[in-house]
């Protein structure tokens, strides 16, 4: 069974620009979560979208958005990159967004410059 | 504003001897929590979880104990070994149906053969 997978691994982008992450789940699964981890503020969760709908939110500005698209694939977008937003970016992937069910996936390294 | 708070940054042990990692809550609406065991470049992988309504689970060798009234919680690992050298991270949700997950900073556990 292949697990949570995460593209690009690692990015590398000019301040101001934007940028698109992008989280396949396990298949079957319909709850997709995306978390910041900085070394500063540890994991801090962004959103969760379940069947294509977001289901909740985390305290991030507007930059920070997100969609699940029919076949539960997630993308997460920073538009207007700060040197701030350098992190791991991390989604979780489970059947019903039961979190004891998540697995994560081996998250997106962004580096902002 | 950090309402789960690990506020060891690093715990070392011997081989063979117990390791207790501790996280403290502020929010008392939290009716789930669990931990999390994480390797550098690689996701977290879930470790063992407990509802509010119990005060310990045990899973081998990990058992976790929650203290309501303290707003604590603890993980208990006996006996440590050096694979379980990683960076642990207790979270909170406000139930086991949400992906939305408050993470601890986390604790860097070092188990010394």
């Known amino acids: 069974k292949a697990g949570v997978t995460q593209t690009p691994r690692y990015l590398i982008k000019t301040r101001g620009q934007q940028v698109t992450l992008s989280c396949s789940p396990i298949?079957?699964?319909?709850?997709v979560s995306w978390y910041q981890q900085t070394p500063g503020q540890g994991l801090q969760f962004l959103f969760e979208?379940?069947?294509?709908?977001?289901?909740n939110k985390g305290n991030f500005p507007g930059r920070f958005s997100g969609r699940q698209f029919s076949n539960s694939r997630s993308e997460m977008n920073v538009s207007t990159l700060e040197l701030g937003d350098s992190a791991l970016y991390l989604c979780?992937?489970?059947?019903?967004?039961?979190?004891?069910?998540?697995?994560f996936g081996q998250g997106t390294r962004l580096t902002v410059v | 504003d950090q309402q789960v708070k690990q506020n060891s940054p690093s715990l070392s042990v011997q081989e063979g001897r117990i390791s207790i990692l501790n996280c403290d809550y502020t929010n008392s609406m939290f009716d789930y929590f669990l931990w999390y065991k994480k390797y550098p470049a690689e996701g977290p992988t879930f470790l063992i979880s407990i509802s509010s309504i119990k005060d310990k689970n045990e899973d081998g060798r990990f058992t976790v104990f929650l203290n309501k009234s303290a707003k604590h919680l603890s993980l208990h690992i006996v006996p440590s070994q050096p694979g379980d050298s990683a960076v642990y991270f207790c979270?909170?949700?406000?139930?086991?149906?949400?992906?939305?997950?408050?993470f601890g900073q986390g604790t860097t556990l070092q188990v010394k053969p």
């Open positions: 298949s079957g699964h319909r709850s």
């Open positions: 979780a992937s489970s059947f019903l967004g039961v979190a004891t069910e998540a697995f």
């Open positions: 979270a909170a949700s406000y139930s086991s149906n949400t992906g939305k997950l408050i």
């Open positions: 979208y379940f069947s294509e709908t977001q289901r």
